[in-house]
T-cell receptor
Framework: EPEVTQTPSHQVTQMGQEVILRCVPI?????FYWYRQILGQKVEFLVS????????KSEIFDDQFSVERPDGSNFTLKIRSTKLEDSAMYFC??????????FGQGTRLTVV | GEDVEQSLFLSVREGDSSVINCTYT??????LYWYKQEPGAGLQLLTY?????DMKQDQRLTVLLNKKDKHLSLRIADTQTGDSAIYFC??????????FGTGTSLTVIP
């Protein structure tokens, strides 16, 4: 069964450092997303991406964040200068269209 | 903004049915979803229902949708210990964004 894969599964970084979280969406999917879940809180939308550009973004997705699809398979989330409050589980998701959306296993980001 | 509400905890005995409830606010939601999250794991899509449907059944899972009351439920028949997890309801109004509930932690007692 096709799946969304994310690497690494756990990333520890120092405050102020840049991190890149990587995702490989399901191959025939056209819509890509990043969500995050701070421990004990709701899963929150960050950004959606379609046709090589951002289609929607939330207030959380400020200038510190960027997304890229550097090649035909990868979808990355970059946090330019990490803050303690960026510590969360980050989920990538993809969908073919409006119906099913599949999430990856997540990357746990810990900022120290 | 959109708000999706769920009760936080549910305990059932193994073999019983579990019913997890959810209320949402945006009546324009085209799809409503149930995801399962096991400890330390990602979000696993269990099922979803199109807004013009009242019910969807998939093996042990039954989803009921009451659009008038904006109420969604997930029934798990013959609940097993492996069903212990957090269950998230999500709505998807216009656009691509999902809005998730807080999650219901289901504990199955052997």
């Amino acid at each position: 069964e096709p799946e969304v894969t994310q690497t690494p599964s756990h990333q520890v970084t120092q405050m102020g450092q840049e991190v890149i979280l990587r995702c490989v969406p399901i191959s025939n999917h056209l819509y890509f997303y990043w969500y995050r879940q701070i421990l004990g809180q709701k899963v929150e939308f960050l950004v959606s991406f379609y046709n090589n550009e951002i289609s929607e973004k939330s207030e959380i997705f400020d200038d510190q964040f960027s997304v890229e699809r550097p090649d035909g398979s990868n979808f990355t989330l970059k946090i330019r200068s990490t803050k303690l409050e960026d510590s969360a589980m980050y989920f990538c998701a993809s969908s073919e269209g409006a119906g099913e959306a599949f999430f990856g296993q997540g990357t746990r980001l810990t900022v120290v | 903004g959109e708000d999706v509400e769920q009760s936080l905890f549910l305990s059932v005995r193994e073999g019983d049915s579990s019913v997890i409830n959810c209320t949402y606010t945006d009546s324009s939601s085209t799809y409503l979803y149930w995801y399962k999250q096991e400890p330390g794991a990602g979000l696993q899509l269990l099922t979803y229902i199109f807004s013009n449907m009242d019910m969807k059944q998939d093996q042990r899972l039954t989803v009921l949708l009451n659009k008038k009351d904006k109420h969604l439920s997930l029934r798990i028949a013959d609940t097993q210990t492996g069903d212990s997890a957090i269950y998230f309801c999500a709505e998807r109004p216009t656009g691509n964004q999902f809005y998730f509930g807080t999650g219901t932690s289901l504990t199955v007692i052997p």
